[in-house]
């Protein structure tokens, strides 16, 4: 049986098991949830809990690729060969009318040749965690005894590069980091990653568990203080309004920044591809080695555990009504000042584990990160619309670099306005907009 949506489940075969001992990791602490586990060998995802969730993930995913996303803890301290069942279960299991995908996050410390060898020729996308250069890296992502980890992380880079590993990196943007946006952003670039995903660090000092409402979404606590390598809202914003600066004006195409990318989808009317800027969630699991399986990955305690797909088959689960109700609740338990924003169409609020702050007026459930937000869309606002128009009309997103190059963009106005008909194209190539990038906006009037 097949859901009636598709769904995305994050699977942690090995649970928070990591040889590093990154400090702001939220996920180390998990190990709490499992206190029959005395050793590292009892976090480890048996054969039959894994052959059950690769065949039953298959089966009722209704998309026709099914997008297997491997993470922990540290997922290759399972070995080669784990992972190697995986790719023969999925080639079992898997009907001649769909195809899998394989995606690995990794601190990348543990990559050798031979791993590098079986991600290429298995076609894994590796997401490999990195937090820009070395001095930034190693404030806090360090080894169980306490060691910088930056030389560790760079050769297993190196690797995915001599061996054509596809990969992408993963910045987790802590409160120094935030202040070193271009720094952070030509690192990575100058080093091959051609994807980046920045990720705010937002680090609560007190336990989960007070809710605001009626429905399940309990992490809703008003107040509370955020650790101190937590990032701050408004820097966050002009971390983000910094980069896209750059971006925007060289690489736009070329380099694919996560935030940037899910916005351009969402200004130009086709939703969001991130769960954390849609409407509602609910469609982005996490399942533990164990076979549980709970609402989200930021949610992974007992009052969101949906059951176990060991007794219950993961269809059910994933359209219980616990969890429609996880999903719904994101947009319900929305401020009302957030309803009334004009940038509400492209945050809806953000993720729900970081409303816990008070609005002005003092309802509870604002965004801790709302002000870095408002600044980042913002500061965006009139190039979105532009490269949002220019998709519409079939042109590339990319053509207002050009624009900005050769001052045309300001014959838009602020909120990004095309230009009139009989005005030069902005894309630049010599001819008027109705026969350019408008043509297909004036012949639909037309008719």
Same mark, same amino acid.
């Not at 040749?113 to 991600?119: D, T």
């Not at 880079?157 to 054509?164: A, G, M």
């Not at 509602?280 to 176990?308: K, W």
């Given at each position: ?35 029959? =586990?005395?050793?590292? !060998? ?44 995986? #790719? ?15 995606? /690995? ?23 490999? *965690? ?44 802590? @409160? ?16 091959? *990653?051609? +994807? %980046? ?29 955020? !650790? ?19 971006? #925007? @004006? ?26 954390? +800027? ?10 533990? =080695? ?66 816990? /702050? ?28 532009? %490269? ?7 042109? !590339? ?51």
């Amino acid at each position: 049986m097949t859901t009636k949506l598709p769904f995305h489940i994050l699977t942690k075969p090995i649970g928070p098991i990591c040889n590093l001992d990154c400090k702001y990791c939220f996920y180390l602490k998990k190990e709490t949830l499992f206190p029959d =586990h005395h050793k590292a !060998a009892d976090f480890r995802m048996n054969r039959q809990t894994l052959e059950n969730y690769i065949q039953q993930y298959i089966a009722a995913e209704p998309a026709q690729e099914v997008c297997f996303a491997w993470q922990g803890g540290e997922p290759t301290l399972l070995g080669m060969e784990f992972f190697q069942r995986v #790719v023969e279960l999925q080639k079992r299991f898997c009907p001649p009318e769909k195809c899998v995908s394989n995606a /690995i996050q990794t601190n990348g410390t543990l990559l050798t040749p031979a791993w590098c060898r079986f991600l290429a020729d298995n076609h894994f996308l590796v997401g490999i *965690s990195l937090d820009g250069p070395r001095e930034l890296h190693d404030r806090y992502r360090v080894t169980r005894s306490g060691k910088p980890s930056f030389d560790q992380v760079w050769r297993g880079l190196q690797l995915l590069k001599e061996y054509k590993v596809d990969f992408n990196t993963l910045t987790v943007v802590h @409160r120094e980091l935030a202040y070193q946006p271009r720094e952070v952003y030509d690192f990575l670039r100058e080093h091959g *990653s051609g +994807f %980046m995903q920045f990720i705010p660090l937002v680090d609560r000092l007190v336990p989960h568990g007070t809710s605001t409402g009626d429905g399940p979404l309990k992490i809703i606590e008003p107040d509370g203080a955020v !650790a101190p390598w937590s990032v701050e809202p408004l820097q966050f914003g002009k971390f983000l309004s910094d980069i896209f600066d750059v971006w #925007v @004006r060289r690489d736009v195409g070329r380099i694919y920044v996560q935030s940037f990318d899910v916005q351009l989808g969402i200004w130009a009317g086709y939703g969001s591809t991130l769960c954390v +800027f849609a409407e509602t969630c609910g469609r982005a699991l996490a399942i533990e =080695h164990t076979g549980d399986l709970y609402s989200c990955d930021h949610f992974v305690s007992p009052e969101y555990r949906l059951g176990n797909i060991n007794d219950t088959n993961l269809d059910v689960l994933v359209d219980s009504p616990a969890q429609k109700a996880f999903g719904t609740d994101k947009q319900t338990t929305l401020p009302e000042y957030c309803r009334q924003c004009d940038v509400k169409f492209a945050c809806n609020g953000e993720c729900p584990k970081n409303r816990f /702050i008070h609005t002005p007026d003092g309802e509870p459930g604002l965004n801790y990160l709302c002000a870095g937000y408002k600044h980042f869309l913002h500061h965006i606002r009139p190039y979105m619309e532009v %490269m949002s128009q220019l998709l519409k009309t079939g042109c !590339a997103p990319a053509d207002i670099m050009q624009m900005i190059a050769t001052g045309s963009l300001r014959q838009t106005d602020s909120l990004g306005k095309p230009p009139g008909r009989n005005m030069p194209c902005p894309c630049n190539s010599g001819r008027k907009y109705k026969k350019c990038c408008g043509a297909s906006e004036f012949k639909a009037n037309a008719r």
